[in-house]
C-alpha cells in the first residue's frame, strides 16, 4: 500500500463526490486530484526533484490539504511550519531542512519579504491567492501545468515529511517521518482510532492542519468522506457548523471542545452527528471532561502521542470513556488509552529496563509509529533511542489492563491549549526586556487551557514594572500561542550549588500558591 495508492483508488470509486469544501468553494474529487497531480508537475517544471523540500505556510486552506497530498503523489519532502511562530524560527527551520520551495498565504506576504534574504536554499516563492515581484501564483502555477512524470515509486523508508518540534532548550528539532510511518498512521486512523469513517461522513478540520489535526485528512479522503476545511476556530460558529453540516469526525484540543461546549444548544446530542470527536495534546479536566460527553454523547477519543512517534500511540475510546461512568471510576479519565494496534508501550528506568506495571517511569514506545531519526541530529536521535524503544520524555505508569497514567513530564515543556511551549524559548525573549534581570517560565494547571505560562522573575534594581506592563509587554514580543497570563515577582530565584535555577521548585511552588488562591 502506498498513499498514492489510497487516493487513487478514492478518486476510481468516488470521483464527482465532494473530497472538499471552504466556505466559498467545493472540490469533487476528481477535481482535487487533477489540482494535486497539476501542482506536481508544475513544481517538476521549476527543476525540483523528488526527495527534495518543499515548505508551506499557511493557514487551514483547501490548498493545504493539496500540497499535504501532493507531496506524497510526487515525493517531495514536505515540511509544515506553525504559521503562529516567529520570523526566526521560521528562518531556522527552512535553512535547517533545506527547503527549495515555499507556499505561503496571502496575509504572509510581508511576513516572507523579510525573510527572503536570510533563506539559504529557497528558489521557488508560491503565493496563495496572491503574488509579488519575488512570487509565483498558486493558481497561475497550476494552470501551466503541463504532462509530466516523477517516475518515483515510493517505498516505506522514504522521506514523507520534516516535522519541526523542540526540546526545553535550544533550536527545534527536525522529526524525520518516513511513508511507512505515515502508512501507520493512515491504518492506525482507520482501525483503531476512527473505523467508523465512511463515504457518508463529513470531517471538520478546524484545528491547524500542520498539527495533529492533519492526520485526519488521508484516512478521510481514502473512504470517500468529505472534509469541512475551517481556517481558523471560532466557537460559536464551529458550534453552528456542526450541527447545520452533520459533522461525524473531528479532533481538537481539550481548551477547544471546552470553549465548543460553551456555544452548543441544549440538549446538544439531539442535533448531533459525531461519532467520533478526538482529542489531545492536554489533559481534560475529569469534570468538564463528564460534562463533555453528556453535550456530545459516546464519542470522545483521546490520543496520546508526540510527533515523534505520530500521531498516537495509545487511544482511550469512547466505550472506556462510558465504563468509567457507568462503574462510577472516575480514574480511568485520567489514563491516556491503551497501545494501538502495531505499536507497543512500555515503562522503562532510567538504566534502559523495562518495568513492570504499577511501578512509575518513562514511556515508551515501539513499532511502525517510531520516528526514522531527527534531521542531522544523531546525539538527539541516540538520547531518546533504547534498542527497539523510543523514549517519550513523559513519566507514567502502566496498569493492569494496559492503560497509561501521565504523572509527570520529565521535562519542562508546557502544553498549553493542545500547543506545545518551551520556557527557554519565551526567556530567551523575556531577557531583551531590560527591568527583568532574571526569569523563569513554568506552566500552571488551567481548567480551560491545561497549563499557562506563568513568569517568575528578579526585577533590575530600582525597577517599578508591574505585572499588567509585563504582560503586555510579552504579548507584543511573543506568539499568541507563547503569551505569558501570570507574572510572579521574586527577590531571587532558587539555584543549586552550580548556580542553575531550579525550574521544578520554582513550578511547585508556583502552582502550590495558585491552589491556595483557588
Known amino acids: ?9 478514492a478518486v476510481r470509486k468516488f470521483g464527482p463526490r465532494v473530497a472538499l469544501e471552504d466556505d466559498t468553494r467545493t472540490f469533487s474529487y476528481s477535481d482535487f486530484i487533477s489540482r494535486v497531480d497539476r501542482l506536481g ?25 493539496e500540497f499535504d497530498s501532493m507531496a506524497a503523489r510526487f515525493g517531495f519532502v514536505r515540511t509544515m511550519l506553525n504559521a503562529r511562530a516567529s520570523k526566526e524560527d521560521h528562518e531556522y527551520c527552512l535553512n535547517f531542512a533545506s527547503a527549495k520551495a515555499l507556499i505561503f498565504e496571502k496575509d504572509m506576504l510581508q511576513h516572507v519579504d523579510k525573510m527572503r534574504e536570510k533563506l539559504e536554499n529557497v528558489e521557488l516563492f508560491i503565493c ?11 493558481e497561475e502555477l497550476l494552470d501551466r501545468a503541463q504532462d509530466r512524470s516523477s517516475n518515483w515509486t515510493p517505498v516505506n523508508s522514504d522521506i514523507h515529511s520534516i516535522y519541526f518540534t523542540s526540546g526545553t532548550t535550544g533550536r527545534p528539532k527536525g522529526v524525520m517521518l518516513t511513508h511507512g510511518n505515515w502508512i501507520h498512521v493512515v491504518s492506525t486512523h482507520l482501525m483503531d482510532i476512527n473505523p467508523r469513517i465512511d463515504h ?25 468522506a468529505r472534509l469541512r476545511i475551517l481556517n481558523n476556530f471560532n466557537p460559536e460558529r464551529v458550534a453552528q457548523i456542526c450541527i447545520n453540516r452533520n459533522i461525524t469526525s473531528s479532533f481538537m484540543a481539550p481548551t477547544m ?10 440538549k446538544a446530542q439531539d442535533k448531533l452527528s459525531f461519532h467520533s470527536l478526538l482529542y489531545g495534546g492536554a489533559s481534560f479536566p475529569v469534570d468538564r471532561l463528564e460534562e463533555a460527553l453528556e453535550i456530545f454523547g459516546p464519542v470522545l477519543v483521546q490520543l496520546y502521542g508526540q510527533w515523534e ?5 495509545t487511544v482511550l475510546q469512547p466505550q472506556d470513556h462510558i465504563d468509567a461512568l457507568k462503574a462510577q471510576n472516575s480514574k480511568l479519565l485520567y489514563s491516556c488509552g491503551r497501545a494501538i494496534s502495531f505499536a507497543d508501550v512500555g515503562i522503562m528506568d532510567d538504566q534502559g529496563s523495562l518495568l513492570p506495571i504499577e511501578q512509575t517511569g518513562e514511556i515508551v514506545t515501539a513499532g ?20 527497539k524503544w523510543q523514549r517519550t520524555g513523559d513519566i507514567g505508569k502502566l496498569d493492569e ?26 526567556e530567551e525573549v523575556i531577557y531583551q526586556n531590560k527591568e527583568i534581570e532574571e526569569a523563569c517560565i513554568v506552566g500552571i494547571p488551567d481548567k480551560l487551557w491545561g497549563e499557562t505560562v506563568h513568569l517568575v522573575a528578579v526585577c533590575r534594581s530600582g525597577s517599578t514594572v508591574t505585572e499588567d506592563e509585563i504582560i503586555k509587554w510579552a504579548r507584543s514580543n511573543l506568539p499568541a500561542d507563547h503569551r505569558i497570563r501570570s507574572v510572579e515577582f521574586v527577590d531571587e530565584l532558587p539555584k543549586n550549588n552550580y548556580g542553575k535555577i531550579l525550574r521544578k521548585e520554582i513550578r511547585d511552588s508556583s502552582r502550590n500558591q495558585k491552589s491556595k488562591k483557588h
Open 128 to 138: 496563495v491567492r496572491g503574488k509579488s515581484a519575488w512570487s509565483l501564483n498558486y
Open 257 to 266: 471542545i471546552q470553549l465548543l461546549m460553551q456555544h452548543m444548544p441544549a
Open 200 to 224: 457518508d461522513d463529513v470531517g471538520l478540520l478546524c484545528a491547524p492542519i500542520t498539527h495533529a489535526t492533519g492526520s485526519l485528512v488521508l484516512p478521510h479522503l481514502a473512504r470517500g
Open 1 to 9: 500500500m502506498s498513499l498514492s495508492l489510497l487516493l487513487d483508488n
Open 309 to 313: 512517534a505520530p500521531v498516537g500511540f
Open 401 to 426: 489492563n494496559g492503560f497509561v497514567y501521565i504523572t509527570d513530564r520529565k521535562k519542562d515543556m508546557i502544553v498549553t491549549g493542545g500547543n506545545n511551549v518551551y520556557p527557554r524559548q519565551i
Open 41 to 65: 508537475q508544475s513544481l517538476l517544471g521549476c527543476d525540483l526533484v523528488p526527495g527534495e523540500t518543499v515548505a508551506v505556510l499557511m493557514r487551514n486552506s483547501i490548498e493545504l490539504v
Open 368 to 387: 511502525g509509529n517510531v520516528m526514522l531519526k531527527y534531521l542531522n541530529n544523531e546525539e538527539a536521535t541516540s538520547e531518546i533511542r533504547e534498542g
